[in-house]
C-alpha cells in the first residue's frame, strides 16, 4: 500500500519555495480564480530589462490606419530633391571658380549663439507666492455644498497606498512613474470609490492616468458586466482625434499586463476597421463625440446601453468646440447609474453647468485652474519691432540653426504659414514636419509620429496641437506670433515642461501683441528672460532666406500644380463611375444633424403640429425624395419629368377639347364677383330681376350687353385659321383671343392651328394657340389666347384674356375686362 512518505529527522530535504498555482487556485473561491484566469496574461514572462516593458503603442493603432497610396510625392521628397541638386550646383561653382583653395566662411562665427544676449526682466514689487503644504496649489473645493469634499485627499504619496492591482502596479513602474502626481493622489482614490469626480487641473499634470487607473481597477475587479458576456462598459470622451489616439495609447500602456480590450472610435481614421473594433465590444472605448454617434446609429450590436464609466476628458474644450448638443445625446444614451468623472483645465460656467447635469453628487478635486505655466518653464520673449515685422522668418531660422536644435515645437498663426515654413527650413537643411488642419488624419499621425521618433527635429503646427497632446521630451516652444489669448498660450507653453521636466519656451513678441505680453509677464511666478538675436545675424539669414524664396516657390507651385492635377483627375474618375454604374448607390450612413438640420429625437415627443406647418413639411419631404430620387436614379428621374409633363399636357389637351365641343353655358351673374353684398348671395338672381332702383337697372344693362358680346364672340368658329382677333372679346383687350390672335389657331400648321410648331395653335411651341408656349393662342405661355401666360387669353399672365393677369380678359387685373 502506498502511503504518504514521512521524513525522518536526519534526512535532508530540499527546500522549494515555489508555490503550486494550481493547490492555490482550488482553495480560492470560484469568483476570485476566474479573476485569476481572466486578468493575468498566461503568456506573461519576466524580462531582465526594464525597456522591454515599454509598449509600442503606435503598433496597436496600426489598425485603424488604412494608408492610401499617395502617387504625388511628398513635400520633403521635394525639398530633399531641390536640396541635392542646388548642393551639386555650388560644388560645380565653387569648383569651376577656385578649384585648389579652400573656403573659410566668414560667417562661421554668426553661427555662434554666444552672441545673442539674454537678460532676466525681473518684476518690479511682485513677491513670488508661497507654497503652502505638501502638495503646492492643491485644493479640494467644497464650495456650495453641491461637490462633497474628499477627505482622503494628502494622506498618499505612492501608487502602492492605492490598493492598485499587480498588473496594474507592473505597468506603473514599465511606465517610469514612481510616485503620483497631485491630480493622481487626489482622484484614483475617488475613483476607486465609485464616486463621481469633477476635476480640475493643469495642463501636463497626469490626467489621463488619474482617471485611466481607477477604470482598469475596476476592470480587473469585477471582469465582466452584469450580463456575464462582453459588453462595453466604459466610454472616455475626448474633443480632438490626436487626443483621443494619445489616451488610446496611454490605455493600452497601462492595461499592458491584463486582457481588457481597449477601442477607438475618432474622426479621420479607418471606419470599417472601427465597426469590426466596436462590434466585439471592447471593454473601454475611447472616442470623440461624432464619430461615437456615427457607430451609435450605423454599427449594429453597439450600444451604450451598458457603460458604467463615463469619462468627459477636457470637458472645457468639448463646450467651447460646440459639441454640447452631441454631448448631450450620447450622455442620455448612457446607463443613469454610471459612475461619471469629469476633467476639463479651466472650470468655466459652461463647464460648471455640464457638471451639475451629468454628474451625481460629485467630489469636486480642484487642482489648479490652469491660470499660470508650470514652475520649471522658463519663459523668454524677443522683441519684435514695428520695421522688424518681415525678419520673423529669419529670427525663427537663427533660433532653429545656432540655438534650439531639436524637439522643438513652432506654433505657427496659419496653416500656409506652417506649410511655406516648412519648406524654407527644410531648404535650410532643418529637419521640419507640419501638422495642422489642412492634412487628413493620417499624414497629421504620420508626422506626430516621426517627431516623437526623432525624424523631425521640429514641429511646425497650429493650434490643433496645442491641447492636450503629450509629446515626451519636447524641451522648447516657438510661438511664431503670440496666440490670441492668455489661456491659448498656457496651453501652447504646456507641451513643454510637462510632469516636472524642465523646459522653455521663445515667443516672439510684436508691437500689437504687447498687451498679452504684459499679461503673461503680470501672471509668471519665475522671472522671465529677454533674448535679442545681433542684427547682422538676422541680416544673414534674411539674405539666406531670399536666395531660397525662388526655389520655394518653384516647389510650392509644382506641389500645388500637382494637386490640381490630381483633383481633376480624381473629378474625372468620379464621373467615369457615375456613368458606368447603373446599380443606385448603397444608402449613406445615418447621422442626427445634417446640413445644420437636426434629427427629431426618438425619446422625445413630437410637439403636435399645424396643418400648414404639417403640409409645409410634407411638401419639404416630397422635394427631398425627388431630389434623392433624382441623386439616386438620374436617368429614372428625367424619363419621370418628361412623362409627367406629356401626361400633364394630354390631360389639358383632353379638357379644352371636352369643352370646345360644348356650347357656352348660360349662366346668371354672379354679384359675389362684383361689388355688391356678399352677405346674401343665394338670391342674386331674383333681387336684381326684382330691384328696380336706377343703379340697378344700369348695371343689368351693362351686364346684358356684356353677356351678349361674349355670345357673339362664342359663336365664333373655333378652328380654322382663328388666329388671335384684333377686336378683343371677353377674354383679351388688344391682342387676345380666346385663339389666339394672329399666329394662333387650333389646327394651324404655321401660323396657328391645332399641332402647328413654329407659330402653331394648339400645341405649337413659339406663337401657337392652344398650348402654344411663346405667342399661342390657348394656353400660349407669352402672348396665347387661353391660358397664355404673358399676353395669353383665357388664362394668360399678363395681357391675356380669359384669366390674364395684367391686360387680361375675364380675370385680368389691369387692363382687362371683368
Ligand atoms: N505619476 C507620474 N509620474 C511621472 N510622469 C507622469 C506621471 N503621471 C503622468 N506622467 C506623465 O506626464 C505627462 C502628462 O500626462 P497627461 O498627458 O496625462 O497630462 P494631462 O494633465 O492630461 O495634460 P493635458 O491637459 O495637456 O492633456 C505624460 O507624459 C505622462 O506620461
Redo the contacts with the bound molecule.
Sequence with gaps: MDLVKTIADDEDVEEDNSEDESDVDKTKPSVLSKQAKGDFDNKFHFVGNIDEYHYDSWSELAKYVKEKKYVKRSIDERIAASTVSRKRQQDDDLTMAMPDVEVEDDADHLMSESYDVVSTKDKKGKKRPQRSGDLAGVKVEDDDGYFEKNKQFGQISSFHQMNLSRPLLKAITA???????PV?AAAIPVGLLGRDICGC?A???????AYMLPILERLLFKPHGSSGTAVTRVLVLVPTRE?GVQVFQ?AKQLSQFTRIQIGLSVGGLDIKAQEASLRSNPDIVIATPGRLIDHIHNTPTFHLDDIELLILD?ADRMLDEHFADQLNEIIKECSPTRQTMLFS?TMTESVEDLATLSLKRPVKIFIDSNQSVAENLQQEFIKIRKNQENDREAILAALLTRTFHDHVIVFVPTKKGAHHLHVLLGLLGIKAGELHGDMNQIERLNTLKRFKEDEYDVLLATDVAA??L?I?GVKTVINYELPNSFQHYIHRV?RTA??GRVGRSVSLVGEKERRLFREIIRNSKNPVKSRSIPSEVIAKFKQDLEDMSVEAERILEEEATDKELKRADNTVCRADQIMNNKEPPAPGREWFEKRGQKRPQEDQPMEPMSGRKKKRLEDKQHRLQKKLSKEVHPLNWRHQRKMDALQKEADFQVRCAKRAGKQPRIRAFNDRNGMEDHSKPSRSFEVDLTNTSRQAVKKLKYKTTEFRKEERQAKKPFFGQGGRQTRVTKQGKKEDGFAGKKHGGFAGKKQGGFGGKKEGGFGGRKQGGFGGKKEGGFGGKKEGGFGGRKQGGFGGRKQGGSGGKKQGGFHGKKQGDP
Excluded: C, I, S, W
Design positions: 511606465m517610469n512613474f514612481v510616485t503620483p502626481t493622481q487641473a495642463t501636463g499634470t497626469g490626467k489621463t492616468a487626443l496611454v477636457e483645465a491641447r492636450g503629450d515626451y504646456g510637462r510632469a
